[in-house]
């Protein structure tokens, strides 16, 4: 058996997450049911981060112990023909690890982005892909604000209900807010980076900041939402429309 380490990008708009589901429509779902067709029998494969209902990537990782013999350009080509049947699902990269490496536990970091368009209009070309603001949104306040969340804390206000994680306490090493020019257009982009996320973390926070943007909060009021652990001191949490799982580093 051989280890493979395979770089994932998809887009979660129609899928029920990452996670594997009584009905089919996890993402890991239509990635095992490829790797079987080309193995011949089930494999299981462990991914480094569960991806909600709608959030898609540019960089998941997934590993996976493969029987037969492959090189990385024949094994994305013999998977990708597969995978064309089953939604905007695609491995764009394919590497034989050691047996030790493992997609989740071995990752060192996790990073995500989070696009936001100030827009009136209803969305088309970009639809399930950003979170649609009508708003102006006021960026240096977000950042601002942002700098309160940065470090080790207990982000126990910006953590989902449901999150199973044994602890509230993570370390957020970026959170940084940028307008870029798009091909689509002016949008707000947020990076994020952290060894790891409670569920939703990313997306309560991205609520809260945007009520920083938007005026409604101030700065200093984050902090002290932060301050208080206390999940009914988030602000509304964003949709997953515009949530990216980029990159992840061993």
């Not at 309160?148 to 206000?157: A, N, P, Q, S």
């Amino acid at each position: 058996m051989q280890r493979w380490k395979l770089t994932l990008e998809y887009d979660g708009t129609n899928f029920s997450g990452w996670q594997s589901q009584a009905d089919g429509k996890g993402i890991q779902d239509v990635v095992e049911r490829a790797i079987a067709a080309i193995e011949g029998q089930a494999r299981r494969t462990h991914a480094a981060g569960r991806t909600d209902r709608g959030v898609h990537a540019t960089g998941q990782v997934i590993h996976v112990d493969l029987e037969k013999s492959w090189d990385g350009f024949r094994l994305c080509e013999a998977l990708n023909a597969w995978l064309r049947f089953s939604g905007p699902v695609a491995i764009v990269l394919a590497e034989p690890v050691p047996d030790t490496f493992h997609a989740r536990f071995s990752a060192q970091a996790r990073c995500y982005v989070y696009r936001m368009v100030e827009r009136r209009t209803p969305l088309t070309l970009n639809l399930g892909r950003v979170w649609r603001v009508p708003h102006h949104h006021d960026v240096g306040a977000m950042q601002e604000a942002a700098h309160f969340l940065i470090g080790t804390h207990d982000f126990t206000t910006f953590r989902h209900s449901d999150c199973q994680a044994k602890s509230p306490i993570k370390t957020l090493s970026q959170l940084s807010l940028t307008r870029v020019q798009g091909v689509f257009g002016d949008e707000i982009q947020a990076f994020v980076q952290a060894k790891s996320f409670l569920h939703r973390q990313v997306r309560s926070m991205m609520g809260t900041l945007s009520e920083v943007g938007r005026g409604r909060w101030q700065p200093a009021d984050v902090k002290a939402a932060l301050e208080a652990r206390d999940r009914t001191k988030c602000g509304p949490v964003a949709p997953s429309d515009g949530l990216y799982l980029t990159d992840v580093y061993y």
